[in-house]
């Protein structure tokens, strides 16, 4: 969001600032209470020093006991022990979810039939793909259902589980909720069913649910998986795993640079837990801003107003955005989108002419990268292909981040629009 030209949430900036330079300490022209949680931040690191090294692996105590309480008024008093609270870093944004990857690749891939297999959503997070395949694990895809908002449909689990069986042992699913890049977001009918789906058939639930915090569709909210599974009766809570993802990177705080994320283990063996502790390696300063995240400042903090203030702008941005923009698409020819309910992307449909897709087959590249390769060229905008997603050939997608000023989203639009227009024009 920052490199679109959001700006960052200055209450973090300036705690992270007097963390970095505790000179700053003694500035008066600073809030008091940013200079007072710098303090309490400083005192939580060894040697009062964002620059030693954490003593735990799995994070620092004082940042996992405040993303549990987080969790727990999150999911309206529904209990998270730190303990269950494991904090990431790493030189991808998914970086936590590769080290869950990496411990089932360990323990319990194969080759061929005995291949541990995950199903993955189509379209799934652009990484995950990759991921999967750096870590050895076999993709078994399930498909969402455009016409119906990107929904996960239970008889297309189903299909999906049969057919990744006849090449591999499928052992977790991977959910997105709210959908990336699609910004669906599941109703509690549909987690439960997921989660029954996944207890009957021996499966992990992956939960990723980096959007929880930006989800403005009328009448939707964010249900966490851990929630509803709570609330399923104990030989659902007590039994199925789940580990769940959450980030800075995203929406409102938007600190993709600090690389900051943590996982939410549930009924996750013991022995387990500790070889996911020790792989993590949480960074110092990343954590600092995960508390910052989870532990805005309260009414009585001199911070509070423009916080708030910042929040509800990115949020009102956000939310105006995906509907003019989703608007604006559906009105160009060749072109459709289904509404988002939550996150920061659109993911229309695409009508490529005939001459793109044989100029991309000529090229050797997906015709939807040739499609975002030349709108980059032309146009200077950047959008992603639908087939980093795991979109099917003739299937055409892009994903345009829609958390930008205003004014920028415009001028994306109007480009966009006239380079579609162009392509087609061609076609005439």
């Given at each position: 969001?920052?490199?679109?030209?959001?700006?960052?949430?200055?209450?973090?900036?300036?705690?992270?600032?007097?963390?970095?330079?505790?000179?700053?300490?003694?500035?008066?022209?600073?809030?008091?209470?940013?200079?007072?949680?710098?303090?309490?931040?400083?005192?939580?690191?060894?040697?009062?020093?964002?620059?030693?090294?954490?003593?735990?692996?799995?994070?620092?105590?004082?940042?996992?006991?405040?993303?549990?309480?987080?969790?727990?008024?999150?999911?309206?008093?529904?209990?998270?022990?730190?303990?269950?609270?494991?904090?990431?870093?790493?030189?991808?944004?998914?970086?936590?979810?590769?080290?869950?990857?990496?411990?089932?690749?360990?323990?319990?891939?194969?080759?061929?039939?005995?291949?541990?297999?995950?199903?993955?959503?189509?379209?799934?997070?652009?990484?995950?793909?990759?991921?999967?395949?750096?870590?050895?694990?076999?993709?078994?895809?399930?498909?969402?259902?455009?016409?119906?908002?990107?929904?996960?449909?239970?008889?297309?689990?189903?299909?999906?589980?049969?057919a990744g069986r006849v090449h591999c042992e499928p052992k977790a699913i991977y959910i997105s909720n709210p959908g990336k890049p699609t910004g669906y977001v599941q109703d509690r009918e549909t987690i439960e069913k997921v989660i029954h789906f996944a207890a009957t058939n021996g499966l992990i639930i992956l939960a990723e649910e980096?959007?929880?915090?930006?989800?403005?569709?009328?009448?939707?909210?964010?249900?966490?998986?851990?929630k509803v599974l709570s609330e399923m009766g104990k030989m659902y809570a007590e039994t199925m795993e789940l580990v769940s993802f959450h980030s800075i990177s995203t929406a409102h705080i938007g600190e993709g640079g600090l690389r900051g994320g943590y996982m939410e283990v549930i009924n996750i063996d013991p022995a387990v837990k500790?070889?996911?502790?020790?792989?993590?390696?949480?960074?110092?300063?990343?954590?600092?801003?995960?508390?910052?995240?989870?532990?805005?400042?309260?009414?009585?903090?001199?911070?509070?107003?423009?916080?708030?203030?910042?929040?509800?702008?990115?949020?009102?941005?956000?939310?105006?955005?995906?509907?003019?923009?989703?608007?604006?698409?559906?009105?160009?020819?060749?072109?459709?989108?289904?509404?988002?309910?939550?996150?920061?992307?659109?993911?229309?449909?695409?009508?490529?002419?005939?001459?793109?897709?044989?100029?991309?087959?000529?090229?050797?590249?997906?015709?939807?990268?040739?499609?975002?390769?030349?709108?980059?060229?032309?146009?200077?905008?950047?959008?992603?292909?639908?087939?980093?997603?795991?979109?099917?050939?003739?299937?055409?997608?892009?994903?345009?981040?829609?958390?930008?000023?205003?004014?920028?989203?415009?001028?994306?639009?109007?480009?966009?629009?006239?380079?579609?227009?162009?392509?087609?024009?061609?076609?005439?």
């Amino acid at each position: 969001p920052h490199k679109a030209g959001m700006p960052p949430i200055s209450f973090i900036r300036q705690v992270m600032a007097v963390c970095l330079y505790p000179e700053l300490l003694k500035e008066k022209s600073l809030p008091l209470d940013v200079r007072q949680r710098a303090q309490k931040l400083l005192d939580m690191c060894s040697g009062g020093s964002v620059g030693s090294y954490s003593t735990t692996s799995g994070g620092l105590p004082q940042v996992q006991k405040s993303i549990s309480e987080f969790i727990t008024r999150r999911d309206g008093g529904v209990p998270s022990h730190p303990e269950d609270i494991i904090l990431t870093t790493g030189l991808q944004k998914s970086f936590d979810v590769v080290c869950f990857l990496v411990f089932l690749n360990l323990l319990t891939s194969g080759e061929g039939k005995t291949q541990t297999g995950v199903l993955t959503p189509m379209p799934c997070p652009h990484t995950l793909p990759m991921l999967l395949d750096m870590t050895g694990l076999a993709l078994v895809p399930y498909r969402l259902f455009e016409e119906q908002g990107w929904a996960v449909n239970l008889d297309e689990l189903h299909r999906a589980l049969e057919a990744g069986r006849v090449h591999c042992e499928p052992k977790a699913i991977y959910i997105s909720n709210p959908g990336k890049p699609t910004g669906y977001v599941q109703d509690r009918e549909t987690i439960e069913k997921v989660i029954h789906f996944a207890a009957t058939n021996g499966l992990i639930i992956l939960a990723e649910e980096v959007h929880q915090d930006s989800v403005y569709g009328q009448d939707k909210e964010f249900i966490s998986y851990k929630k509803v599974l709570s609330e399923m009766g104990k030989m659902y809570a007590e039994t199925m795993e789940l580990v769940s993802f959450h980030s800075i990177s995203t929406a409102h705080i938007g600190e993709g640079g600090l690389r900051g994320g943590y996982m939410e283990v549930i009924n996750i063996d013991p022995a387990v837990k500790k070889y996911l502790t020790v792989i993590s390696s949480a960074s110092v300063l990343p954590q600092l801003a995960l508390e910052l995240s989870v532990n805005p400042p309260r009414p009585e903090d001199s911070s509070y107003n423009s916080y708030t203030q910042e929040i509800h702008h990115i949020e009102d941005t956000l939310s105006q955005n995906a509907k003019r923009a989703c608007e604006f698409l559906n009105r160009v020819e060749g072109m459709s989108c289904q509404p988002s309910m939550a996150g920061l992307f659109l993911y229309p449909r695409v009508h490529l002419p005939p001459h793109i897709v044989e100029e991309a087959k000529r090229l050797e590249v997906k015709a939807d990268v040739l499609y975002c390769q030349r709108l980059l060229r032309e146009e200077g905008i950047c959008v992603g292909a639908g087939c980093e997603n795991g979109q099917e050939d003739k299937n055409y997608h892009i994903r345009l981040c829609i958390l930008t000023p205003p004014s920028t989203l415009e001028e994306i639009l109007a480009r966009l629009r006239s380079f579609h227009h162009r392509l087609l024009e061609k076609l005439a």
